[in-house]
Nanobody, 117 residues
């Protein structure tokens, strides 16, 4: 069992930056692939960034070059560094932990990011 708590969201002007944090508790964090998803009003939840247990990363095209995902296995933390933010990045951002071999899939409660002048 893994519990996830996101933090770091808020209101930021276009072009600004935010760093989201995801604190995980429970056992076996190192073995989980970690994801950041987002859901804007009226839209489907979409995968934004991922980092595997081995450290490989992937991003949706709209955030490539602007967002970075990192993990600190010693602290049970995952981060999403967001730069050059745009109004279309406005959404609730969710942290997700997945271990495909076990069928494990855990979600945090989300944190709101609003990009507006």
């Amino acid at each position: 069992q893994v519990q996830l708590v996101e933090s770091g969201g808020g209101l930021v002007q276009p072009g600004g930056s935010l760093r989201l944090s995801c604190a995980a508790s429970g056992s076996g964090f190192r073995g989980y692939d970690m994801y950041w998803y987002r859901q804007a009003p009226g839209k489907q939840r979409e995968m934004v960034a991922s980092i595997t247990s081995g450290g490989n990363t992937d991003f949706t095209d709209s955030v490539k070059g602007r967002f970075a995902i990192t993990r600190d296995n010693a602290k049970y933390m995952v981060y999403l560094q967001m730069t050059s933010l745009k109004p279309e990045d406005t959404a609730v951002y969710y942290c997700n932990a997945r271990r495909v071999m076990e069928g494990s899939n855990y979600w945090g409660q989300g944190t709101q990011v609003t990009v507006s002048s």
